[in-house]
């Protein structure tokens, strides 16, 4: 069973870092593209970041190009999303999702939230 379980979502002001992780297990997750998503309330949900199955490749949403890095352990099994210089404009539930062709799964999701 695929298996994504985010962690280190918080409160925290604004220009202050957080650092998020996704446990995933079920699925050989040094052969996938992984991705973080990010819903806020009222919006869709939207792609913040990509990364190739073997680091090699980042992609980033224009509105977190330059303060927020995925990374990811493929020995470990574990995703990334280091953000750094937040805004309230980040405030949302963050997911890391892993699809194919025939399967799409998310974790349930982390909440950040971005207030002073």
């Known amino acids: 069973e695929v298996q994504l379980v985010e962690s280190g979502g918080g409160l925290v002001q604004p220009g202050g870092s957080l650092r998020l992780s996704c446990a995933a297990s079920g699925f050989t997750f040094s052969a996938w593209d992984m991705s973080w998503f990010r819903q806020a309330p009222g919006k869709q949900r939207e792609v913040v970041a990509t990364?190739?199955?073997?680091?090699?490749?980042?992609i980033y949403e224009s509105s977190v190009k330059g303060r927020v890095t995925i990374f990811r352990d493929n020995a470990r099994s574990l995703l990334y999303l280091q953000m750094n210089s937040l805004k309230p404009e980040d405030t949302a539930v963050y997911y890391c999702?892993?699809?194919?062709?025939?399967?799409?799964?998310w974790g349930q999701g982390t909440q950040v939230t971005v207030s002073s």
């Open positions: 999702n892993v699809r194919g062709t025939e399967f799409d799964y």
């Open positions: 990364i190739s199955h073997d680091g090699g490749r980042t």
